[in-house]
């Protein structure tokens, strides 16, 4: 059984940062991509960012420029590092990982809030 564990949620003042981690029970990158979502109260779950195998990343349009996806092979660990954040990046955030089959995190709370 596939495990993610994410850790490095917690409450931010707005402009604050905090780094999200994911580390993963299997060898990373033997995987298609690992990816973070997130998902509000009331809201449904979106894709913050994710990396593909190949190392290319993507993002969403809210968080370009200030969130950065990267990733530790030797670690089977994937980061986020959330810059300059705001209130509306409160949500759970949820790791995911992308194989044969899918798997994702139990999530970790992030609160902008001052």
């Known amino acids: 059984q596939v495990q993610l564990v994410e850790s490095g949620g917690g409450l931010v003042q707005p402009g604050g940062s905090l780094r999200l981690s994911c580390a993963a029970s299997?060898?990373?990158?033997?995987?298609?991509?690992m990816g973070w979502y997130r998902q509000a109260p009331g809201k449904q779950r979106e894709l913050v960012a994710v990396?593909?195998?190949?190392?290319?990343?993507n993002y969403a349009d809210s968080v370009k420029g200030r969130f950065t996806i990267s990733r530790d092979n030797a670690k089977n660990t994937v980061y986020l590092q959330m810059n300059s954040l705001k209130p509306e990046d409160t949500a759970v955030y949820l790791c995911?990982?992308?194989?044969?089959?899918?798997?994702w995190g139990q999530g970790t709370q992030v609160t902008v809030s001052s």
């Open positions: 990396i593909i195998r190949g190392g290319i990343t």
């Open positions: 299997i060898y990373i990158a033997s995987l298609n991509a």
């Open positions: 995911n990982a992308r194989g044969i089959r899918e798997y």
